[in-house]
């Protein structure tokens, strides 16, 4: 049984960074993607990076790009998402996603990260 396990979040005050990180067990197949999303308090979970097999393979929300930056290690079937320069806006329940293509079948159980002002 895949699982999906996500740490790193907090408290942090606005400028400050984070690193979240995801680790993939029981994995039997490769995905392609993993990814991170997030859901604030009152809104719908939106897509923020993701990550291909391939080194650069990378994509990112509009609203993150230039501050956060996805890493994985497909080998150790683990991501990570350093967040620079946090802000307020960013305060939501950060989930990690594993799947092939758009389709990410497998979610971890979210860490919340809070970024006061």
């Known amino acids: 049984q895949v699982q999906l396990a996500e740490s790193g979040g907090g408290l942090v005050q606005a400028g400050d960074s984070l690193r979240l990180s995801c680790v993939a067990s029981g994995v039997l197949a490769s995905f392609s993607n993993m990814a991170w999303f997030r859901q604030a308090p009152g809104k719908e979970r939106e897509f923020v990076a993701r990550?291909?097999?391939?080194?650069?393979?990378?994509g990112y929300s509009g609203l993150v790009k230039g501050r956060f930056t996805i890493s994985r290690d497909v080998e150790k079937h683990t991501v990570h998402l350093l967040m620079n320069s946090l802000k307020p806006e960013d305060t939501a329940v950060y989930y990690c996603?594993?799947?092939?293509?758009?389709?990410?079948?497998?979610w971890g159980q979210g860490t919340q990260v809070t970024v006061s002002s």
């Open positions: 996603a594993m799947g092939n293509g758009a389709r990410y079948t497998y």
């Open positions: 990550s291909g097999r391939r080194s650069g393979d990378t």
